[in-house]
């Protein structure tokens, strides 16, 4: 479920107080990147994914930020200040561009392709892995609503994934939070190393903001106000029910109750079904105490001079860099670490480094990537990316264990330049068991990835 915190004219001083003062230099551009198909995934079941319109959470994030990057650089070229222009006319015009930019964002919450369909398709792609049919409410234009489903799901359906699969089953939870921070690192990626510098800290921050303010509202007493309204909106209705209420209250639960049946959360208040929504009321006080924890961890995601309009920190003409903290909740516990965005002599480089902890343990991963290296085949030019993940894990993703499990991921992109502007491109993953943001499976799995890039 998506809930809505921020008021408009909280988001209009924020626009404001984060929109910059000054003209970009003249590197400006943005991609359009159109996800054709996903494999196993898409075709799994009879083409599952594809009759009920479930992207996977890679596709649904490319096309969400395609809308971004194009939306903010068309604002940015209307309305960008002429050379010589007054310090006057420089704010009337940044001005401009926050007032259109909160409409525009606050407009698209409630639209697809926006940050809250984006978010519902997170937890889309984990149900649609384990079978289980939705519905994102987003798609009927729910402009608005203060809380956003992922609904037409039935209970049986929904006992049969967490007896099955309780790690995942914790995951489908956390997962819209986890869809926005890695939209958030990979528009971060597009402006560092494809050179953009688009003004996107508004979006980088609202964005970390309303995870923060989520996760906090969870632990809150008043999250039951919440969720006895929508109960009571819903009345017997099972079609409109959200699959999970607020999202952390559920997967501190079943986190901390991998054993539980589905059944025993009781018999929804109108008689009609299982209660599925959980109440701060029905946690522990280890339970609610580790939840306010997240809640204030996640401040990290706010580490990054990205955040204030610093896309990329220069210490030299060969010599680039930028940073950023994130903080990730998991199928076992959470995941607490740094990105590297570094460039030199053209070589392009990302790296990230994992604290992966559940109840009480911690364990480290480390992650590296080669970010586009040309490479010529006869006269046509080739793009490699490959990638490698190392980590150590809670064994069974389990949140209590003091075990390790240790694993890793390797990956293979190859795009083609076709024309000025068209880069189709394919990546091939391998992986072992084990969680690793941006990808739906916690098995061990060979996947592959194919769409099309235009770069503009």
């Not at 068991?433 to 503009?456: H, I, M, N, P, Q």
Request: with cysteine; aromatic share 12%; hydrophobic share 40%.
């Amino acid at each position: 479920m998506y809930c809505q915190i921020p008021s408009p004219a909280f988001l209009f001083l924020l626009t404001l107080l984060a929109t910059p003062l000054h003209a970009q230099d003249s590197q400006t551009k943005f991609i359009l990147d159109l996800p054709i198909m996903e494999a196993p995934y898409g075709v799994n079941n009879g083409f599952f994914a594809y009759r009920q319109f479930s992207p996977g959470m890679q596709a649904s994030m490319n096309l969400a930020k395609s809308v971004t990057e194009a939306k903010v650089y068309g604002l940015k070229r209307l309305i960008k200040p002429e050379k010589g222009a007054s310090p006057e006319a420089k704010i009337g015009r940044w001005a401009g561009f926050a007032v259109i930019h909160l409409l525009s964002d606050y407009v698209l919450m409630y639209f697809p392709l926006g940050e809250a369909w984006n978010h519902e398709e997170w937890h889309r792609a984990v149900l649609t892995q384990n079978k289980v049919s939705s519905h994102n409410d987003v798609n009927d234009i729910p402009f608005g609503q203060e809380l956003i489903a992922v609904s037409h799901l039935e209970d049986a359906a929904l006992a049969a994934f967490k007896k099955n699969n309780n790690p995942d089953y914790v995951r489908l939870s956390a997962a819209g939070i986890e869809g926005q921070i890695e939209t958030t690192k990979a528009l971060q990626k597009d402006n560092f190393f494809c050179r953009m510098n688009l003004p996107l800290s508004l979006n980088y921050f609202f964005s970390a903001f309303s995870a923060i303010e989520y996760v906090r509202l969870c632990a809150e007493p008043g999250a039951d106000d919440l969720t006895i309204k929508a109960e009571e909106k819903e009345g017997v209705n099972v079609e409109k029910r959200d699959f999970v209420g607020l999202d952390m209250l559920s997967w501190i639960y079943d986190l901390s109750r991998p054993d539980e049946p589905y059944e025993a959360r009781g018999i929804h208040p109108s008689g009609t079904g299982i209660r599925r929504y959980r109440r701060t009321s029905d946690l522990t006080g280890e339970e609610l105490g580790f939840l306010k924890k997240m809640g204030n961890l996640q401040l990290v995601n706010f580490i990054s001079p990205a955040m204030f309009f610093v896309n990329s920190i220069r210490l030299n003409k060969e010599l680039r860099f930028n940073f950023s903290g994130f903080h990730h909740l998991t199928s076992f516990g959470y995941d607490l670490g740094g990105n590297l965005f570094f460039e030199y002599k053209g070589h392009k480089i990302f790296g990230a480094i994992h604290n992966y902890h559940n109840l009480q343990n911690s364990f480290l991963g480390l992650e590296m990537q080669l970010i586009d290296r040309p490479l010529m085949i006869g006269r046509i030019p080739f793009f490699i990316s490959p990638a490698l993940h190392l980590w150590s894990q809670p064994a069974g993703q389990e949140f209590r264990t003091s075990e390790a499990s240790v694993g890793g991921r390797a990956e293979a992109g190859i795009s083609i330049k076709l024309g000025k502007y068209f880069r189709p491109y394919m990546t091939l993953v391998a992986k072992t068991k084990g969680w690793t943001a941006g990808d739906s499976y916690l098995d061990e799995k060979v996947f592959a990835r194919f769409g099309v890039r235009a770069c503009f």
